[in-house]
């Protein structure tokens, strides 16, 4: 068994950009030596009708390229996103509780200054007094909710 993510969005190209610079990924090239993955597509059957314009004329998707982690499908949807996500990712940057608080809170800091240049929002910090914990909430370009821990 192999695990994909797919996230539903309004603009793949959008979201393969960012999520790359965030998660260290690469889109994902088309199978076969084929030029776009709309080529791949329609060699494989699926009726030009059903593709809808722009389709796979460029990469949507995203792919760790270590091959250790889950691709990741950018699902182009006619509606917005309209509520909290039920499921969201958490990017583990600071190194867990057996680095200084100091040290994760950098780490995270980082992260986030990168991924807001990126085209993320800052929704909240999390970092309770005496909690010896610090993340960062997030939305990505579409308003998908992320944590930067």
């Known amino acids: 068994m192999t695990l994909q993510l797919t996230i539903d969005c309004a603009d793949p190209r959008r979201l393969v950009a960012f999520w790359s610079e965030a998660l260290g990924y690469v889109p994902e090239p088309p199978p076969g030596g084929h030029a776009t993955w709309r080529d791949h597509w329609v060699d494989m059957g699926v009726p030009e009708e059903e593709l809808g314009p722009g389709a796979g004329d460029t990469p949507e998707s995203i792919v760790d390229p270590t091959g250790r982690g889950p691709r990741v499908w950018f699902q182009q949807v006619p509606e917005p996103k309209v509520v909290k996500n039920r499921v969201h ?18 780490r995270v800091t980082t992260m986030v200054d990168r991924l807001t240049e990126a085209g993320a929002t800052v929704l909240r910090v999390m970092d309770e007094p005496g909690m010896e914990y610090y993340a960062v909430v997030l939305h990505d370009p579409e308003g998908n909710e992320f944590c930067v821990v």
């Open 89 to 106: 990712l958490d990017l583990k940057v600071g190194g867990g509780r057996d680095v200084p608080l100091a040290v994760r809170t950098q």
